[in-house]
């Protein structure tokens, strides 16, 4: 990361031109920006990016999301054609060990008809590159123009880089929080002059009694609107897993990462990644509203062992060297610990369905990966 941000010029700009900006505007040009937003200019992932997803610790997750997304085929009839869509790949390495493991099933495997929805250039080659291999393979930069039919959907680690919008409750009300220069050009965060009118019969329960000084934050719901719609009328499901909580309640999550450490989200814009936490309850409050059912949430660790993760390290060690296998562990540990470090409860995960779908794998605490065979 450079001392200084060209997006941060941009910035100031904007707002020495209209005036304070609204944090989901700063939020959406750090990401988007056509020029220097962070997402459309770089690999983020890695060792030597700024973050690690599940996928990049362990081929195991992949591979497990494949075979839930076969129990899914096999939930809604084991149709002959089968979208398979993947909400901001990364590199492509979910995807590809998902395939790995659904080509042990050739009539779903002959059935995939794959979609990933990207806007970075730079990972859509490398996504290109790590699948290869993969046959019936279309790239989109919207959920949008993905064609109609039964589907998966796997999103992971794609909502919490949605842009957030904020409020500050002070004495007279809510009010947008926004970010504002300071008389010696840094940007810091304030808040709207007024109030949001009548914003208070908005706000869910928990949040009414906050005190003065709490930050409220939301993402639209169009996202997950068009995802449970897309299931509810062409049939499959949708899994969704990220980092956050159960309830919708105050608290400000804003947050950047560089260099796997965190960062302030206001310095140097467009070079780190800035996120926020999911509301997990509000992505189920916004499916149900339009028809689809909702299983879980549940935490990651907790859906991973369903799945059999625990059985499917085992059989990975028993054929690996010492080393390897010592990998595999800590892979496992990372992927379903609680402790620090583990992403095992921070994680959650929650499954979107069309309404005939009574139950999903692993999103209730009777439906393991032993249904995946039966």
């Not at 929080?177 to 329960?205: K, N």
Request: charged share 20%; hydrophobic share 40%.
């Amino acid at each position: 990361m450079t001392e200084t941000s060209p997006l941060q010029d941009e910035i100031k700009k904007l707002i020495k031109s209209s005036g304070p900006m609204p944090v989901w505007r700063y939020m959406q040009l750090c990401l988007t920006h056509p020029q220097y937003g962070y997402y459309v200019s770089r690999d983020p992932l890695g060792r030597e990016g700024d973050f690690t997803t599940a996928p990049e610790v362990s081929q195991m997750f992949g591979e497990l999301l494949g075979l839930w997304s076969a129990s899914v085929w096999r939930a809604i009839g084991s149709p002959p054609f089968l979208n398979l869509i993947e909400l901001g790949p990364g590199r492509g390495t979910m995807m590809a060990d998902a395939l790995r493991a659904l080509r042990v099933l050739p009539p779903l495997y002959q059935a995939l008809s794959i979609h990933l929805v990207e806007i970075n250039p730079v990972l859509r080659e490398k996504q290109k590159a790590t699948l290869s291999g993969a046959r019936n393979i279309a790239w989109h930069d919207s959920i949008d123009t993905v064609p109609a039919g039964p589907s998966v959907i796997l999103a992971n680690e794609y909502f919490d880089v949605l842009p957030i919008h904020q409020v500050v409750k002070r004495e007279g009300g809510w009010h947008e929080r926004t970010v504002e220069i300071t008389r010696d050009g840094q940007l810091i965060f304030g808040a709207s002059v007024d109030p949001l009118p009548h914003f208070e019969v908005l706000l869910p329960p928990l949040v009414r009694a906050a005190p003065v000084g709490a930050v409220f934050e939301w993402r639209p719901d169009t996202e997950m609107m068009k995802i449970a719609s897309r299931v509810r009328d062409e049939g499959g499901a949708a899994l969704i897993i990220d980092y956050g909580h159960l309830r919708s309640d105050a608290g400000d999550t804003f947050q950047a990462i560089a260099q796997h450490s965190f960062t302030d989200p206001l310095k140097n814009p467009g070079q780190a990644d800035v996120t926020a936490h999911v509301d997990f309850q509000a992505l189920g409050r916004a499916a149900e509203d339009v028809g689809a059912r909702v299983h879980g949430p549940v935490p990651q660790g907790e859906f991973l062992k369903r799945l059999g993760i625990e059985t499917r390290a085992v059989t990975l060690m028993a054929k690996a060297s010492p080393e390897v296998s010592e990998d595999v562990a800590g892979a496992l540990k990372r992927l379903i610990d609680d402790g620090r470090g583990g992403m095992g409860s921070m994680f959650k995960v929650i499954g979107i369905s069309d309404p005939s779908i009574s139950t999903l794998v692993a999103l209730s605490d009777d439906t393991g990966i032993e249904a995946t065979r039966s």
